[in-house]
């Protein structure tokens, strides 16, 4: 697997943990989306841009492999990168990695595609581009 | 695969849905957790009573197949069962069904397993009787 | 002050509990723009409708008075009635009440307007009507 | 109104807005409570600490007004400062502010006050010599 192409740092939030005392598990899927959104966006494509233009970035399918948690106080890095995963579809590979001890806490599969303005999957030219 | 075992239904509340108009891909798996807890209240099992005796469920691996969205106003039924997957892992199968059509939007694998007062992975009593 | 015109039963989800174990503050302010719109709704104003129409229903300002905090495992029901707060604005007030005990967990006062397609506040007929 | 005391950056994300393209009214308490929970750690009362050691800091009341929308792609500032309101409570002073215009976005008044093991409103020294 090839090395990341974008990270993005972050911080836990107090209200993102659960009674448990640890980050709920849906808000991962929070920091990944913005993650990627970030990364999209520094190369050049702007989700909500697309959305108003009626192409919207859908999530297909998302495996998440939760190692550990993170707690309150903890910061984190969401590590990135991009391919092409069928004609229509792309993923991403995405690590969230605990700063402190660059622990890897959980690592996602993010597998996507774009709809078009009558909702068939095809994959705008600025993403296919970059999928190259 | 055998039958659901419990189901939960659910309205879509507009505070849920993203820049897209769509229930955000993380919102899902709030869904999917509230029908699991419901579900293990049902039978005796309180997730939270389970958290302050220092047992804590916890999710490792999930696998979440995005069909269709669900939008504004939408209604909808989570159908659950569980199975064990293995000795120190069970496995809750979920469909995410829109009652207008009864079609599936989403479907869920979410592998969990219990750590106890030591951190360490062991299935208390009540959830390995659920289990047989 | 005259009698609430309308009610909604909610059960608090465990996802939306935070690390004290009760529901986290932002959330009632979830619970009670859900009511809101389910008020609406019932009335034949549809807040997503009229936003894809460009009419924006907004809120200017919240008070919230909490009392006591949810816990997870309780049902409870938001109270609401809707009067006119000036000739550009809307107030809702809110009761947030615990089932097991008709105890009042958070009042609210909500006022809002509604802002035409080129941003300026201006109530729509059928909100008039209502607020006769 | 004397000078804000602390401030800190942060960025609107996608998930954070909602159908009308805006941040989601909640979602500013979420802020709100970020800033002042960096606030105390910074000098020197974590939240979560002493929620374990069975001290909650809660909030009692909130006013919030909200001026003008954050949306997607916005950095914003909240500036807070804290005073005492009462012998029991304290308040904090919040407004976020855009960056790019430095307009004021939402100005809040968060009134809390601290419980002790015994539920009762007690403040601690460490936050009673923070409102000296």
């Known amino acids: 697997m090839s090395e990341y192409t974008f ?3 972050m911080d836990v939030r107090d209200y993102e943990c659960d009674i448990q005392g640890i980050v709920n598990n849906a808000v991962y899927q929070n920091y990944l989306e913005h993650a990627r959104h970030e990364y999209l966006k ?3 494509i702007d989700f909500v841009e697309l959305a108003r233009k009626g192409i919207n970035l859908v999530v297909v399918r998302a495996e998440l492999d939760y190692k ?3 707690i309150s106080g903890d910061k984190f890095r969401v590590d990135l990168k991009m391919e092409r995963e069928s ?6 590979y995405q690590d969230i ?3 402190s001890d660059e622990k890897t806490m959980v690592k996602g599969k993010i597998i996507g595609t774009a709809l078009n303005t009558r909702g068939r999957p095809e994959i705008p030219d600025e ?5 190259e």
């Open 7 to 9: 990270s993005l740092e």
């Open 42 to 44: 520094q190369v050049g």
């Open 68 to 70: 550990m948690p993170l």
């Open 87 to 92: 004609r229509i579809k792309f993923a991403f």
């Open 97 to 99: 990695v605990r700063l």
């Open 127 to 131: 993403l296919n581009r970059l999928l």
